[in-house]
């Protein structure tokens, strides 16, 4: 929940910063997220009791994720943003993340969703990493990271077309502004 709310909130705020510092904004977000997550489960609840360095990394990557993702979608969707992201990211991961039930007790459409999704990619690592610390990390790394350039690369495409669209904007503008000149005189 942390990670969709605020990437709406980076989401808007980016805006009005250049891509560096919102790519910077973007990944102390999600660090803050994380950490107080790893807080949270570890020594308040009590589930996630060793390895939390390396699930705060995982938690980490997944809220970037989540941000980037917000980042990239705003300026296309504006406010249907907060809606797609509570899709994307609490409707769909919850019902395929596997935590309730594993996948292969699961309906078809939230089992094929889960060998992609970043979310039950997230909790694959996490669980390995409480309980079966010997297994191998590659497939959730591997899926996390795929997400992450997929938002990345979204990101870059829509700040692109924004660019495009504001120097267009601009050069009406002046091409208007000169043309009422002329007239004008």
């Known amino acids: 929940m942390g990670g969709y709310a605020s990437a709406i ?48 990394l995982f938690a980490w990557l997944y809220d970037a994720i989540i941000v980037a993702l917000g980042v990239g979608l705003h300026p296309v969707l504006g406010r249907w943003t907060t809606p797609i992201l509570t899709m994307l990211f609490v409707m769909l991961n919850f019902t395929s993340s596997g935590g309730i039930f594993q996948p292969a007790f699961q309906p078809g459409f939230f089992a094929a969703l889960n ?32 997400w992450l350039a997929a938002a990345v690369l979204l990101c870059v495409v829509v700040h692109g077309l924004v660019a495009r669209r504001t120097r267009i904007a601009r050069e009406r503008a002046v091409s208007a502004q000169e043309e009422d000149e002329v007239v004008a005189a």
């Open 115 to 146: 060998s992609f999704w970043s979310g039950a990619a997230w909790l694959r690592a996490a669980q390995d990493l409480q309980y079966f610390p010997d297994a191998s990390l590659g497939r959730p790394s591997l899926v996390l990271a795929l």
């Open 9 to 56: 909130a980076v989401a808007a705020v980016a805006a009005r910063l250049r891509p560096f510092w919102t790519t910077v904004v973007g990944i102390v977000t999600a660090g803050v997220v994380a950490g107080i997550g790893i807080v949270v489960a570890g020594p308040v609840y009590g589930v996630v009791t060793t390895h939390r360095w390396e699930v705060f």
